[in-house]
């Protein structure tokens, strides 16, 4: 069991910048696939930014690429999502997420998952 404690997201102007950090419960993090998705209200959940055990691969969604950058500490159990140049469309509820490192870390398909944390972006 992982348990995944999201934090960073706050209220901020349009085309700030904003750093989301997750924090991941388990002695073998470095075995975990780890992504961020968004849900907005009214619409579905959507991916946005994974990387795989090692952090030296990662993928993100045309909406998001060249703005947003995800990383990760395997050494402090942290994954992180540099976000850039923030709009409105952005404004969302950010999930951490994570999986074995036995699955391919580009599909959406996600096990553990954390409680979520609120970015605003005012216009």
């Given at each position: 069991q992982v348990q995944l404690v999201e934090s960073g997201g706050r209220l901020v102007p349009a085309g700030a910048s904003l750093t989301l950090s997750c924090t991941a419960s388990t002695p073998t993090f470095h075995f975990y696939h780890m992504a961020w998705f968004r849900q907005a209200p009214g619409k579905e959940r959507e991916f946005v930014a994974a990387i795989d055990?090692?952090?030296?691969?990662?993928?993100?969604?045309?909406?998001?690429?060249?703005?947003?950058?995800?990383?990760?500490?395997?050494?402090?159990?942290?994954?992180?999502?540099?976000?850039?140049?923030?709009?409105?469309?952005?404004?969302?509820?950010?999930?951490?997420?994570?999986?074995?490192?036995?699955?391919?870390f580009r599909t959406p398909q996600y096990e553990y998952w954390g409680q979520g944390t609120q970015v605003t972006v005012s216009s």
């Amino acid at each position: 069991q992982v348990q995944l404690v999201e934090s960073g997201g706050r209220l901020v102007p349009a085309g700030a910048s904003l750093t989301l950090s997750c924090t991941a419960s388990t002695p073998t993090f470095h075995f975990y696939h780890m992504a961020w998705f968004r849900q907005a209200p009214g619409k579905e959940r959507e991916f946005v930014a994974a990387i795989d055990w090692s952090g030296d691969a990662t993928t993100s969604s045309d909406s998001v690429k060249g703005r947003f950058t995800i990383s990760r500490d395997n050494a402090k159990n942290m994954v992180y999502l540099q976000m850039k140049t923030l709009n409105p469309e952005d404004a969302a509820v950010y999930f951490c997420a994570a999986k074995l490192y036995i699955n391919n870390f580009r599909t959406p398909q996600y096990e553990y998952w954390g409680q979520g944390t609120q970015v605003t972006v005012s216009s």
